[in-house]
């Protein structure tokens, strides 16, 4: 994965507006309308594998990094990757998490995964109090299914 370079998404291009259209139901009217609507909400972020909208609240202190392939496949990750992203777009002492929400908050309307930024200085009141980095063998730790 290289790294993340920031965009300037100042033109919807033909794919995305196609992507627009097919992903909502929309006229092309209607998609370039909501990519505008989206360029003006979002930082933009791609590497070779990703594109990633950063939003951030009201009050600009969370952050909500919204993560989709390029190509619009479905995400087969090791979760090391979405760790470098954070660290690149938000930095690496700054905490996030998925939320797994209830039946009655969900939101799946594409294949994007969504990570909760907490404001610089603060963490989550649950988690490890330490860290522990190893290296390991993925092929000696897999499970043999």
């Not at 760790?83 to 797994?100: R, S």
Request: hydrophobic share 35%; charged share 25%; with cysteine.
């Amino acid at each position: 994965m290289n790294p993340l370079r920031r965009i300037n998404a100042a033109r919807a291009t033909p794919d995305t507006l196609e992507s627009y259209m097919r992903e909502y139901g929309l006229t092309h009217r209607q998609a370039i309308s909501h990519a505008q609507s989206a360029r003006a909400k979002a930082e933009l972020y791609v590497n070779d594998v990703y594109m990633i909208q950063v939003f951030r609240n009201g009050d600009q202190s969370c952050r909500r990094l919204a993560i989709r392939r390029l190509d619009h496949g479905v995400i087969k990750r090791d979760w090391r990757e979405f760790q470098a992203i954070k660290n690149q777009i938000v930095g690496p002492e700054i905490e996030a998490c998925e939320l797994y929400p209830a039946e009655s908050r969900k939101v799946d309307a594409t294949n994007v995964y969504h990570l909760w930024c907490l404001p610089a200085g603060q963490q989550f009141p649950f988690g490890y109090t330490e860290g522990d980095v190893r290296e390991y063998d993925r092929e000696a730790t897999s499970l043999n299914l």
